[in-house]
């Protein structure tokens, strides 16, 4: 079992999910949770503005450690989720499905409805948003989560909670400092990591100067010189978080880590947004513009083969 702030580690126990039923409303009588039967995830796709998300028809259960017994959503006939919210571009890393579902349903559930932040168990213990991404770390476990998966889907929730301070009952001070150190490890980690990559590449700007960690070495040397610097700087910085401060090592070592990897990837998802929405309005230029690249390509192959 973990220690009382959550921060210890957490024996997989898929029990503590099970069947929570189904809310009373005018149109159907309560359904008991049954403890003895596995959670039900039974969700109904709607889609309107062009947006898609999902209700749920059924609750999910789920017994924490130190506060008891969950039954969410609290309505099944106002609550909406649009399952794990994760960017597009990152889902190679934490898919929209997966082990992790129920658990990322659970943690929806506790945050909604937005007018009211916090979230009374069925044992009259109140949780707050801080408090309900400790559950979701919890029963990310329980949930059979990959260890390095749960702590990247904990930790970007807690960043979200630290940036919007909503549901969290702290006072306004505390709130935007956890901004303010959000916002400077980003741009931290931004600035440091174009300094390093132009390093890299010995790129020289007169007034930047190069990083002493990595020097006038060779490409390799300063490669791994970059690389564990980001490391050894992030995990240093995240005493600034606080009590977030895994997230915000995890957070830290993430970004700097896969800087370029994300970068790249926004390109990509950018550009093809772009052509996406290029070839729904303009179907036909679309098409020529299309056939045109083709031929150029292949006057390219032509071309290279021609010169060998």
């Not at 794990?84 to 579902?101: C, I, M, Q, R």
């Not at 476990?141 to 990247?152: E, K, P």
């Not at 956890?178 to 490890?185: A, E, K, P």
Request: hydrophobic share 45%; charged share 20%; with cysteine.
């Amino acid at each position: 079992m973990g220690a009382p702030d959550g921060s210890g580690p957490i024996a997989e126990e898929p029990r503590r999910f099970y069947d929570g039923g189904i809310d009373e409303s005018a149109e159907q009588e309560e359904v008991r949770p049954d403890p003895r039967s596995d959670a039900r995830i039974e969700l109904k796709r709607v889609v309107e503005g062009g947006r898609e998300y999902f209700m749920m028809q059924r609750r999910i259960a789920y017994r924490d450690r130190h506060l008891g017994e969950f039954l969410v959503p609290r309505e099944t006939g106002t609550f909406h989720t649009d399952l794990t919210s994760v960017p597009a571009f990152l889902t190679w890393l934490v898919p929209k499905t997966g082990d992790h579902l129920p658990a990322t349903l659970l943690h929806d559930g506790l945050s909604h409805p937005k007018d009211v932040p916090e979230y009374t168990s069925t044992d009259g213990k109140v949780v707050w948003r801080a408090e309900a991404d400790r559950v979701l770390r919890d029963a990310l476990a329980d949930a059979g989560t990959a260890l390095i998966r749960r702590w990247l889907i904990w930790s970007a929730v807690a960043m979200a909670t630290m940036l919007r301070g909503e549901g969290t009952n702290w006072p306004t001070w505390l709130k935007w400092r956890y901004r303010l150190i959000v916002g400077v490890t980003g741009l931290g980690i931004l600035v440091l990591g174009t300094w390093a990559t132009l390093d890299l590449f010995d790129v020289e700007i007169s007034w930047l100067g190069g990083l002493w960690w990595m020097g006038n070495r060779p490409w390799w040397v300063e490669l791994v010189g970059g690389l564990t610097a980001a490391i050894v700087f992030s995990v240093v910085w995240s005493v600034t978080w606080g009590r977030f401060w895994r997230a915000g090592a995890v957070v830290g070592v993430s970004l700097a880590v896969l800087l370029h990897v994300t970068a790249a990837l926004l390109l990509i998802s950018a550009g093809y947004q772009v052509m996406e929405r290029f070839t729904k309005k303009a179907p036909k230029a679309a098409r020529t513009l299309a056939c045109l690249g083709l031929l150029a390509a292949l006057a390219g192959f032509i071309a290279v083969l021609a010169t060998s």
